[in-house]
Each structure stands twice: as C-alpha cells, then as structure tokens.
C-alpha cells in the first residue's frame, strides 16, 4: 500500500515540478524569513535544523560575508573525525602514487617459483636433437627429471614421440595442478581462509556477523578476508573496507577516498559556500576519474586518475575558489589531471622530430639549446593535440559563441606544448622544451613571439582571463548556478563589471551577486532544481544523519546520475534542472527518501526521535526550515488520507516533493 502511494505522490510532484520551472518576478523582493531559506539552499547544501535560528541570530549581512570569508568560521570537529580514515586526501600527489599503486601483476608460472621445472640446457638439447637422439636422451633420465622435461616440451616435438606421450599428459596434468596451488596458495579464497561456519558469517551480509568475524581474525587475514568481501558487505565499517580494498584496487580506493571525503565535507562542514564552490568549480574545470592513460612507451595504465582526482580538487581548485580567477585557470592547466584528461601532456610541435622516444637534452630546438629535466621524459611525436587548446576557451574561459577561430585553437595548442607531467610514478607539472613549438603564434589578435617557451603558455592564460568574454562567461554561469537556470541580464553585467575591475576576484563577484536585489527576488525563489549529489547530502542534513561511511551515498548518488568525478564529457554536470527533471530521476530520489528515513542506507544512522509525536505539517517544516508551499500541504494530505503512516514515511514524502528538491 505504502509503495503504491509513494508512486501516485511521485506522479503528483512530477507534475508539480513542471509547474514550477517558470520563473517568477526579479523585481519582487522576499520577506526576511524568505532570505534566510533562501540563503541557506543557495550557499549551503541545504539547512539542518536549527540552521535558521542561527542565521537569524547572527544576521542575514554578516552570515553570507562569514560564509564569503571561511577561515574566519571556525570547522566542525566531527568532519576531521569523518576523514581520518581517508589517509590519501592528506597525501601529497607523489606519496598517492607510490602508496597506492599496485606492484606489476606476475604471470602465473612467475608466481609459483616452486613447481619443478627441468634444466635449460637439458630442455634444448631434446628439443633440438634427432628423433632418436630425444628418445635416448629421455630413457636414460631418471623418472622425475623425465616427467619434467616432458611436461614442458612443446605439442609439436611430442607428436613424434607416441612413447611418451601418456607420461607426458600425465606430467602436464600435475604440473598444472601443482601450479594452481601454489596460486591458491598465494591468492586464497574464503574456504581456504575461514571454516565453513566462518565463511557463511563472511558471506551472510550481516553487519554484526561480519564485524565480530574479522574482529576475531588476526590482521594478516583479516586483510585478506575484507578483500575478499564486496564493498557493499562491509559499508559502515570504513577502516575494514578500505583495508580490503587496499588488498583489491589500491588504485581505486584512493578515487573512492577523494569521493567520500566530498560527500562529508558536503555534509559536516561548517564553511559551506566553500564547499558549494568547490563542487561548482570542479564540474566547470571537469576531470573524468574513469579515463585510461595509455602512454606512448608503455601499457595502458587503469585508474590513473584514480590516484590524481583527490590532489587535483584540493591542490588546483580549492585554494583559488574565492580568489583571482586566473590563478585558478593556472593551477587546473598546469595540474597532472588535467594535462592527462584533455591530452596536452603528450602534444608536441606538429613535424618538429622524427617519431621516436624523447629525452632531455637533445640539442637545439628552433635555434634554442635544450634545456635540463631532472629526470627522464619519455614520449613519442603524436603531433599537436588541440584538446586542451579547444576545452580551455570555449568551456574554460571565453564561452562557445566568443568569436575565436579554428586558427586560434591550433595557436592556443601550440603555446601549451612542452607542459607536459614528468612521469606517470612522478606526476608534476614539467616544461619540456624538446615538445614545445617555438614559432611565432597569434591568439585571438595577439602576437606571441618566437622563442618564448614556457612563456607562451603564461601569455595565453593571461589573454584568456582578462578577456572580456571570460568575464561575461563566467559571471553567466555563477549567477546560472545560485540565482536561476535563465538569470537575470542586468545582473549578469553587474557581475562582469565587477569581474573586469577586480581583475576577475571572484570573491568581490560573489559579493555583488549576493547584494544584488535579484539574488533575493521571488524570480530566484526555488528557481533551481537540486542536483543528485546536493539532493542526497541535503537530505542527510535536513534529516540530522550520523554519516560514519560516504561508500553507500557516494554509490546512490551515482544510481541516481551523476556519479562523482566521472562526467565523461568536459562539458561536466548540466547546471541546469530540465537535465534531472525525468519521471524515473524522480522517482529514483523517491526511493532513496525511503530508505534514508527507514535507516536502510548502509553508514548512515537516523535518529527516529526527532520525528516522534509530530504531525505531518511539523515534519515538513522541520525538514524544510520553513512550512510546505500550498501545492506540496494539498499533496500530502491528498496522499495520506486515511492512513496510519509512520514518520519516516511522511518524512520521505516530503523529501521527495518539489519543496525540498527544489532550492
């Protein structure tokens, strides 16, 4: 019964939240209580209780200009507690890699030194002598050394021996079994670890069974027991599921590492307009996690970025997110991530060298000696690679529709070639002047000379962000993410104003976004739809959630579209709410309202007492930080008519309505 009225709820708010995408008056102002609600959806992930009383005792002016200023706010002790865990977040980038990265997987006959094989020397000589010579040679070893030579002959030189070939076959079959051993031995299995009543603890999914097991195992095993187990087996035990995981993927746990200590920055951070930054920003300079890197020398390397993404968001985009726009557009060009998602890292002068592997020091390039790496290079003449040169103005800097040309993006690429990473164990940015095009360029009007270098580069990121482009782009797609999907024009040019004299302090932009009369406007009153990240971690915060493990939010939050760091295009997330509006997109937030309220999410604990005793209008209110608009009260109500429902059912119900989804 419960399912069937979640479903004709779900249907209603469909409805409902297509009602609501069309913008309402940017003249209109909001009542004071209306700001405050309205500041904590747009700088925050979304109010907990007790978040508006607190506004209103500090006053509306002075929280944003706290928010706008997070060293001065004090962090919530509980978030350190949460990342302790997450060991690779504190890492430098070059500890991640070591640490993290798996040593080369051996072959299976590398891997079992112990089965018997014969003697070199012996082996050719059978293998080379005449037919009767091989004959003469086996019947004269003793019954091991021949079943040795035997089972490493090759099928070919056995056909002309039918004598041999049952012992053959026999000594074939037990070098293979005595092989699959050895690597059993070396790769256990639960069975061969546990007894069988331990195994069924292991595989039952109980929490309790599972955490008293491991608990009882010494530390040797246990690694290789929480190895063993799916991740989803061991959610809200993080210390045991990053141990097996370690066993499993390094590589990837150091990606899983960045993507939970987002969610509970998300959650538990006391300086959340830096959060919600953070997060806008990344999906601006997007990085995919889930792209290979193949370099030219070498095998193609999974997971890379893996071990790059979390370095990448704390060291390129979190420092800079209120400061000058081209320190930021710097750090994120120069960051290994970046130089291996969008290519640079291997673009190099167009018919500059013959193909062929680098190494510093090669001489002169264009008339300009080489000068030292610290360590070797190695790449291979791909040619020019316009990736980067393309992605850094239309989607990084200048917009689509900026006017630059074809020509321009070849003489962009041709400034960025030489940055490059030193190496995939030592990723750091590195110029490499033997890949860089010292020619003369003109970008967008402006003449590079010949010879510049490095420099070349610099030049383009100076061009670029003082281009008065970038600053109506960018003021666009700020007041785009906290105002409305369509804002306002007037505030858009008071924002590149402001971008243009301040040298693009985006700090000073946000101020006069903020201050501005459409930020508090009935237009930009619950004018943006929550994205399946700022859904999920809003409800764990309206809801007061104790997050001890991110792994099972960080795994909804995907099912629900938009899985952390891996936007495959580098468009990133649509900013937008029509691309999150299906009827199954919102069904599925539904059905993780349900199990969030009914404590059904793996690390995530809901205290049912603050719910107990109230109605469905004191849940929705607690939920929202305010009362239920007309529309949502009629839908509740129309939904629960006669029935004895349960808080945690209302409570997923309102999470589920346009109410909160909306911001």
């Not at 500090?58 to 978030?79: A, S, V």
């Not at 791909?382 to 529709?401: C, W």
Request: glycine share 6%; proline share 8%; with cysteine.
């Amino acid at each position: 019964m419960r399912r069937s009225l979640a479903t004709i709820a779900v249907l209603a708010f469909v409805s409902i939240f297509t009602a609501a995408t069309a913008a309402g008056p940017f003249e209109q102002r909001l009542s004071p209580d209306q700001q405050i609600i309205h500041a904590l959806n747009r700088l925050t992930f979304g109010p907990r209780p007790g978040d508006v009383e607190e506004v209103r005792r500090t006053g509306l002016n002075k929280w944003i200009e706290l928010q706008l200023h997070p060293e001065q706010i004090p962090e919530n002790p509980l978030l350190e507690g949460r990342l302790k865990p997450l060991e690779s977040v504190r890492l430098p980038l070059a500890e991640v890699v070591r640490n993290y990265t798996p040593p080369p997987q051996q072959p299976i006959a590398m891997m079992a030194p112990n089965v018997n094989r014969p003697n070199p020397a012996l082996l050719q000589l059978v293998e080379t002598g005449a037919a009767d010579e091989r004959v003469a040679i086996l019947k004269a070893l003793d019954p091991e050394k021949r079943r040795q030579v035997l089972a490493a002959l090759p099928p070919n030189i056995l056909a002309m021996m039918p004598e041999f070939q049952q012992e053959a076959d026999e000594a074939r079959r037990a070098r293979q079994e005595e092989q699959q051993r050895q690597f059993r031995m070396q790769n256990p299995q639960l069975p061969d670890l546990l007894n069988p009543d331990q195994v069924e603890a292991a595989r039952s999914g109980s929490k309790d069974q599972i955490q008293a097991l491991l608990a009882y195992l010494d530390p040797d095993k246990r690694a290789q027991v929480a190895g063993l187990l799916q991740p989803q087996n061991l959610a809200g035990l993080p210390e045991l599921r990053r141990e097996g995981q370690m066993q499993r993927t390094p590589r990837q746990l150091a990606g899983e590492d960045a993507k939970e200590a987002k969610v509970f920055r998300a959650i538990y951070s006391n300086r959340q307009l830096e959060e919600v930054l953070v997060d806008f920003w990344y999906n601006h300079f997007n990085v995919d996690i889930n792209k290979n890197v193949r370099p030219p020398n070498g095998p193609q390397i999974p997971n890379l970025l893996d071990l790059e993404i979390g370095s990448y968001e704390r060291d390129a985009i979190r420092p800079h997110v209120l400061g000058h726009f081209k320190d930021l557009l710097l750090a994120t060009a120069r960051h290994p991530a970046m130089l291996y998602y969008l290519d640079n890292w291997e673009s190099v002068a167009s018919g500059t060298f013959d193909v062929g592997p680098f190494a510093p020091n090669r001489g002169v390039v264009n008339g300009v000696p080489n000068s030292p790496i610290p360590s070797p290079v190695a790449r291979l003449a791909h040619g020019l690679n316009e990736n980067y040169g393309r992605e850094v103005m239309e989607l990084h800097t200048l917009g689509v529709k900026a006017g630059y040309t074809q020509d321009d993006v070849i003489a962009v690429a041709r400034c960025f070639t030489g940055w490059t990473v030193r190496s995939t164990e030592n990723p750091e940015f590195v110029f490499a002047p033997f890949m860089h095009d010292f020619g003369e360029k003109t970008v967008l009007g402006h003449k590079i000379p010949a010879g510049g270098g490095e420099q070349d580069g610099l030049q383009v990121i100076d061009i670029l962000a003082h281009h008065p482009a970038t600053a109506k782009f960018i003021a666009r797609e700020l007041a785009q993410r906290f105002v409305s999907d369509d804002p306002p024009q007037a505030l858009i040019d008071r924002m590149t104003q402001t971008f243009t004299k301040s040298d693009g302090d985006l700090r000073a932009v946000m101020e006069t976004m903020f201050t501005s009369p459409e930020f508090f406007s009935e237009g930009a009153w619950q004018a943006k739809v929550k994205s399946p990240f700022e859904m999920v971690v809003s409800a764990a915060r309206a809801m007061q959630a104790d997050v001890t493990d991110a792994y099972s939010l960080v795994q909804k939050i995907a099912d629900l579209g938009e899985p952390l760091y891996a936007k495959l295009e580098p468009t990133g997330y649509p900013n937008t709410g029509d691309a999150w509006l299906s009827s199954a997109g919102v069904m599925g937030r539904m059905n993780f309202a349900a199990a969030a309220a009914s404590g059904l999410i793996g690390g995530i604990k809901i205290e049912a007492g603050w719910m107990a005793g109230k109605d469905t209008h004191q849940i929705a209110r607690e939920l929202l930080g305010r009362d239920p608009s007309a529309e949502t009260g009629a839908a509740l109500e129309a939904g629960l008519a006669g029935e004895n429902l349960t808080p945690p059912f209302i409570a997923s119900l309102v999470i589920g309505s346009p109410d909160f989804q909306r911001r």
